[in-house]
């Protein structure tokens, strides 16, 4: 019997300020987002260690979990979130009034209605690829917890299954809710379930 890797991707709680295109901006998280995240992992606790995003979204929690668990942890660059450029800081209804069309036009065909300054989702998909490339290289045979955002989330699933990375925003990751990955040699990597907010 091949050796098995799971690995769950979990995204951050509700930050403050609410639900904005916050992409690099490093807000914390809200009393709301660290209740959310603290729910999703209270049933069980199944993780030989975490990886996590460096903002403090993701870091804060990341840091408390591991502690309570007594598992090893480290940051990685990689898994920041998709750098939106000019959009950062903005919610959906102040993007809307600029043009009520932006967004549509956006999640339709992401790849070419980029934000003026954004990361080029093909670089980003890139950077995310390498870091659970590493990930599943350090840590095979574990059960692995990545903390990370929406964005970053998305692009594992759709590289996985080997989807066009214009789709990837047709995955809806909800606040706090848990993905997760089996890796094992007999079978093309796997994904168990999408998007569950608890076990």
């Known amino acids: 019997m091949s050796e098995k890797t799971i690995i769950d ?10 639900r904005r295109y916050r ?12 209740n959310e995240m603290r729910h999703s992992t209270s049933k069980e606790s199944p993780w030989d260690v975490a990886i996590s995003s460096p903002l403090k979204r993701c870091s804060e929690f990341a840091v408390e979990l591991s ?43 992401p790849i070419n209605n980029r934000p003026a300054g954004a990361e080029s989702l093909d670089s980003f998909s890139i950077r995310v690829q390498q870091s659970v490339n590493q990930v599943i290289s350090e840590h095979a045979g574990k059960h ?3 903390l990370t955002h929406a964005g970053v989330i998305r692009t594992i699933l759709t590289q996985l299954l080997n989807a066009p990375l ?4 047709r995955l809806s990751i909800g ?18 379930f999408v998007g569950k907010t608890a076990y």
């Open 144 to 146: 692995i917890l990545i």
């Open 23 to 34: 992409g690099q901006i490093d807000d914390p998280l809200s009393e709301k987002g660290w």
């Open 67 to 109: 502690n309570q668990l007594k598992i090893g942890l480290t940051f990685d660059e990689r898994l920041k979130e998709v750098g939106f450029g000019d959009w950062e800081g903005h919610s959906g209804d102040e993007l809307r009034a600029r043009d009520p069309n932006l967004l549509s036009r956006f999640y339709h065909d």
């Open 9 to 18: 991707l979990m995204r951050h709680g509700e930050p403050v300020g609410g």
């Open 175 to 192: 606040t706090a809710s848990i993905s997760r990955i089996q890796i094992d040699e007999e079978r093309p990597p796997t994904i168990l």
């Open 166 to 169: 214009a789709s990837m925003y």
